[in-house]
């Protein structure tokens, strides 16, 4: 990737950011106050599975501006379109929903930015000493992209970002600060939740490196200590997911209840013409009969949404949580146990699972 230092290319980006989406804020650096920028285009977005350094290539024109200089053009953007979320607590579909908004033509789809990322990891250091954001920064760093996320394409009426499941945690303050945004959030009940994580080949792998962050997020929560990492099964780990990430999506629905749409995957697969139909009307995008009538049909419906190259279905899904219940049995019933004795002395677990369900 061509990354240059403000120079001419900056300045030709930098001049562009108000009225294209093509110019495009990849990644916020907090230490050195700076952004980048690259150089997209609508066919890359509809393509990409994730914003993150998967995009970049040796061909990607981009350049490193300062926060400032970028801010201050931000706010130059005016009469941006609306920008909502998608919100999950991992391998729920959230990919596979994001590519069926594509395919209104309506929608410009943000699968993933890091800078949302970044910001979830700043908003837990708020108010503390070793913070690199006030309060305030943080607010206006937020609003920059809120700004920059909102500059659509003619033919969209609104962004749809779909964010990582680790920045779920940041779907109620973003609510808070936005009036006019609106999520869905995706997730499943506990069984199945485990049943498919732990079908992962780098399940462990995955689960070991999350456990400290989700450990730190949910022990803020609770009274009592949690099971040290180290002494957790596989089973276990996976249970502590769902519950980190489910304690979000708690938060977010019972603070914000008409703008935050709960969605459990396994019912959208059942019933994925009417679900779909709530969830456009949730977001203001039209009830398109035609849209629906092709959407069971969609070839969206038999990809690997985060590698379109791969075939996968409802039914392969399927077939492989009835592998994972045979297989991982052992390691399923202590996640769901290690849930159950929490819940019964920590009133907060208890709460998330009734809300979301076992």
């Given at each position: 990737m061509t990354v240059e230092r403000p120079n001419s290319i900056a300045d030709d980006l930098l001049a562009r950011v108000p009225g294209?989406?093509?110019v495009y804020p990849q990644k916020i650096d907090l230490v050195r106050e700076a952004i980048l920028l690259v150089l997209l285009d609508?066919?890359?977005?509809r393509a990409a599975s994730f914003l993150d350094d998967r995009i970049l290539g040796p061909n990607t024109k981009g350049a490193w501006l300062t926060a400032a200089r970028l801010s201050e053009v931000a706010y130059k953007c005016r009469n941006g379109q609306p920008v909502h979320f998608i919100f999950h607590t991992g391998h729920v579909g959230s990919t596979l929903l994001s590519r069926l908004f594509d395919e209104t033509g309506e929608v410009l789809s943000l699968r993933e930015p890091l800078p949302l990322r970044t910001l979830a990891e700043a908003q837990d250091l708020l108010h503390r000493s070793d913070s690199l954001l006030s309060e305030g920064q943080f607010d206006r760093t937020l609003y920059m992209f809120m700004q920059l996320w909102g500059r659509g394409y003619p033919e969209s009426r609104m962004t749809?970002?779909?964010a990582t499941s680790s920045a779920g945690r940041l779907a109620a303050p973003i609510l808070q600060r936005h009036a006019g945004a609106r999520a869905i959030y995706l997730n499943l009940r506990a069984e199945p939740y485990l049943a498919t994580l732990l079908a992962g080949q780098?399940?462990?792998a995955d689960l070991r490196g999350h456990g400290p962050e989700r450990m730190r997020r949910l022990q803020s929560r609770l009274a009592l200590p949690l099971t040290p990492l180290h002494e957790m099964s596989i089973g276990e780990l996976a249970a502590l997911?769902?519950?980190a990430e489910s304690s979000s999506q708690h938060d977010a629905t019972q603070a914000f209840p008409d703008r935050v749409l709960a969605l459990d995957f396994e019912q959208f697969l059942s019933n994925i013409v009417g679900t779909l139909g709530s969830v456009l009307s949730h977001f203001g995008l039209p009830v398109n009969a035609r849209y629906l009538s092709l959407v069971e049909r969609s070839a969206v419906l038999t990809r690997y949404s985060k590698a379109p190259e791969h075939a996968y279905t409802p039914r392969d899904r399927t077939e492989i949580l009835a592998?994972?219940?045979q297989h991982n049995s052992a390691e399923i019933r202590k996640g769901m146990s290690w849930l159950e004795r929490l819940a019964k002395t920590?009133?907060?677990v208890a709460?998330?699972?009734n809300s979301v369900g076992v």
């Open positions: 294209s989406p093509d609508a066919h890359t977005y749809i970002v779909k780098n399940s462990p997911g769902w519950l592998d994972s219940r920590e009133a907060a709460a998330v699972m």
